[in-house]
């Protein structure tokens, strides 16, 4: 029960607190960019099963690759790309935090 509230949580509820707090001038389009960076589970349909509950997605999909991750610090660290490397990063936290309750 905890795992997907955990889950869930930190994908919907971290960006829009981190946008409220961190961009308050734009901070509902702020919460959209880190929200969409939901889309990056399309790599899940590479994956054969598609989805599997008992594997852990960081390091397994390609978008959650160390590497890919590596890249998304860098976008944190770019003025202009930085919303969207903090969605990106709050979403690998979500999985990671995943992996650790399975």
Known sequence: MLQPILHYGIHF???ILIAYLFF???W???ALIMLSAIIIDLDHLLA???FDPTRCSINFH???SYYAIGVYVVLTIIKKTRIIGLGLLIHMLA???DCLLM
Do not use: F, Y
């Open 95 to 97: 999985d990671w935090v």
């Open 28 to 30: 509902k389009i702020a």
């Open 62 to 64: 390609p978008l959650h």
């Open 48 to 50: 054969n099963p598609i």
């Open 24 to 26: 308050k001038k734009n």
């Open 13 to 15: 509820l971290v960006p």
